[in-house]
């Protein structure tokens, strides 16, 4: 069954500094997201990506934040500048159906930890 | 706002039955109520969605009112893997999912 993929499964960075997490999702798959979820919290929402474009970003999804679907096949969320507050777990998660009502698949994680 | 409402948990026996239940009574009519669960340390995965009618899968059943004001997640059968949290989301077209508390389900052997 295919499934998404994240990569790395854990990231440890000091404050400041750039990360970038790459999301392998499902081939014939057209809508793209990323969501994070702080430990002890609600899985949120920070991005989509549609026909290589930014659809949709919540107000997490800042200045620092950037996200690129550079080879079709991968789709990479960059942190340009880490902060203590970044630090998460990191879900990435594509969709196929085009209309209402589709489902989406999410990856494995990546967990993000900030110094 | 997650606009859907659900029990913080709940507890059940291992092999027997499990009815999750949603509130959703402001939703409107082109929401679909979409089911998803967390197991410790992974991402979210779907469960079920529906619109109008009743839905089964081969994971569990997805049982609407007739107003569609509510559902309930309908786990035919709970095992210990079962044990996880579980989202209730109001969602229509291409829009975010937008993640409440959900329902901790623990089951018991």
């Known amino acids: 069954e295919p499934e998404v993929t994240q990569t790395p499964s854990h990231q440890v960075t000091q404050m400041g500094q750039e990360v970038i997490l790459r999301c392998v999702p499902i081939?014939?798959?057209?809508?793209f997201y990323w969501y994070r979820q702080i430990l002890g919290q609600k899985v949120e929402f920070l991005v989509s990506?549609?026909?290589?474009?930014?659809?949709?970003k919540s107000e997490i999804f800042d200045d620092q934040f950037s996200v690129e679907r550079p080879d079709g096949s991968n789709f990479t969320l960059k942190i340009r500048s880490t902060k203590l507050e970044d630090s998460a777990m990191y879900f990435c998660?594509?969709?196929?159906?085009?209309?209402?009502?589709?489902?989406?698949?999410f990856g494995p994680g990546t967990r993000l930890t900030v110094t | 706002d997650a606009k859907t409402t659900q029990p913080n948990s709940m507890e059940s026996n291992e092999e027997e039955p499990v009815h999750l239940p949603c509130n959703h009574s402001t939703i409107s009519g082109t929401d679909y109520i979409h089911w998803y669960r967390q197991l410790p340390s992974q991402g979210p995965e779907y469960v079920i969605h529906g619109l109008t009618s009743n839905v089964n899968n081969r994971m569990a059943s997805l049982a609407i009112a007739e107003d569609r004001k509510s559902s309930t997640l309908i786990l035919h059968r709970a095992t210990l893997r079962d044990a996880a949290v579980y989202y209730c989301?109001?969602?229509?077209?291409?829009?975010?999912?937008?993640f409440g508390k959900g329902t901790r389900l623990s089951v018991i052997a």
């Open positions: 989301i109001r969602n229509s077209g291409n829009t975010p999912l937008v």
């Open positions: 990506f549609y026909n290589n474009e930014i659809s949709e």
């Open positions: 081939s014939n798959h057209l809508y």
């Open positions: 998660a594509s969709r196929y159906f085009e209309g209402a009502g589709g489902e989406q698949y």
